[in-house]
């Protein structure tokens, strides 16, 4: 893991997806995904399919909004104890999330914020979102900005990422400064 000068000493979550595959109740999801950064784990689990056929789209959706909500209070307290584990393991925020069919959502997952300092051009940048309505504030508009380069950059990201990941690797066989 990347050590920066802002970031407090903190457990790996390397293994974070493996332990939550060995903790998860079996039956819960036909496949999960756990995605970590510095301050947050999200476990985003698949729903195992509906068994209906459906007469449109429409009813389909509110079948596996149905279908998540109800998964939601059902396992509460299970998910409620499992992040409590994993918050103490890991020393971060545990977010829950569920895909079913066409359908994903993601249960009280944070909003971190984060400082930046951003010149006249820049602010007129997200001005201008505000003002035509694309977004609420300008935090909305940095929001969405930053959405809209990860979903056309996402190959570019994973490529940075993995070279990110081989820089760490070297450098944790270096010799000690």
Do not use: C, N
């Amino acid at each position: 893991m990347r050590k920066h000068w802002t970031q407090t000493e903190q457990p790996s979550a390397a293994d974070a997806a493996a332990w939550f595959t060995g903790r998860l109740p079996e039956g819960w999801f036909t496949a999960t995904e756990v995605i970590t950064d510095r301050e947050e784990i999200t476990v985003l689990g698949t729903l195992p399919d509906l068994p209906d056929e459906f007469p449109d789209d429409a009813a389909r959706a509110a079948a596996e909004a149905g279908r998540i909500a109800r998964f939601r209070e059902e396992t509460r307290e299970q998910r409620i104890e499992i992040a409590r584990q994993a918050e103490h393991r890991y020393q971060r925020k545990v977010a829950w999330g569920v895909r079913q069919g066409g359908t994903e959502e993601l249960f009280t997952h944070l909003a971190a914020p984060v400082m930046t300092r951003l010149r006249q051009p820049e602010r007129q940048v997200l001005d201008t979102l505000v003002d035509a309505g694309v977004a609420r504030s300008r935090s909305d508009a940095l929001a969405w900005a930053v959405r809209l380069v990860g979903k056309h950059a996402e190959e570019w990201l994973g490529e940075l990422r993995s070279a990110l990941s081989k820089v760490d690797d070297l450098r944790t066989q270096g010799p000690d400064a």
